[in-house]
């Protein structure tokens, strides 16, 4: 019978050699640790300063509404741009005379040609900017690739045009169920085509909290990662109530008005559109919360120093409950109160906590 072979047996010499590599290795994990750590909250701050600048601006900007609408009666006001359900609009533009895209989530492959316009129109380079600046974004952009809903619409119409050819899609287009923070906070250097949308849009607008972006990216991107590839698992991924419903189905609309939250809100700017100017994507992410601890952070951090989703924050975006609305939102748009969670007020949030 053969004896077992004896365990290698190293000598002090190997050992310390072995202690040293091991102390040099974790000195570098540590290191780099501390290095993403430090490139994470510098990039928090710089969106902490944003934030504060741009919620200075929206005060004045309600305040300012608001006188004005003290001293302006109605009927000195603009009438709204008339539209009809089959306009097909790929900027979300308020303009007639711009295509602003709509989409129709029951059918998305079915999208609406573009028709070129009989209608000639002499511009300057400086007009340019003046369609950009209509778009259902709420804000000015440099180029459309700036723009939330041209870039969506977009991505969806090429993705859509392929599996209506029955072309297969590429193995390293797949996208993850989950980004990660990396990707989320540095677009820029994401091959990710979602992110790198969202990262292009979120650099112009910004929510109130770092915490609420992110949560604002997580819902986004599950939706976004289901309609480029629709199946039963990324449509198992996307929270129920994120879901389209039927008017959503059989209503065209913009694309970027699936991002909002509350169904029921959705529902109404489907049927109402253009019938209240002031609606726009960055409106409402300016004016979104989402109920997390402020004194509690949103990411772990791995044995290897790896930045992490915390899986209870990530439970939290997708509860319904913890999608709120703004009371300034409610006071511009107070006929639409039954149609979102409210804002609630410090002490009851913390007494009926709703998140892990």
Known sequence: MESAPQKRQRTELQLARKRQADRVSQKAKRE??????????????????????????????????RERDKHCPSHCRPPPPQSTASDVQPLGSLDGDNNAETSKDENPSEVPAKQPSSKKRNRSPADSPLDLIKCLCGVQHQVQSECLEYSTFSILLKTHENLAEGKELPITTWLPRTPSLVS??????????????????????HPTKVSTLLACCLLMYRYLRWRLYPDKETFRDVPEWVHPTEIQKTVPHPVCVDFIPWPKLRDYIVLHKYTDPRHSVSLFIRSIRVRWPDNRDFYTMSAQGELLLDPEFEEAVYRYENWQISKDWIEMFPALKDYVNVEEDEGDSQTAPNWP
């Open 32 to 65: 780099q640790a501390k290095r993403n750590m430090d490139h994470l909250e510098t990039q928090l701050a710089k969106l902490q300063d944003t934030v504060e600048l741009l919620s200075d601006q929206l005060q004045a900007m309600h305040a300012e509404l």
């Open 184 to 205: 989320i906070f540095c677009p820029a250097a994401s091959t990710n085509p979602v992110i790198r949308i969202l990262g292009a849009f979120f650099r112009q607008v």
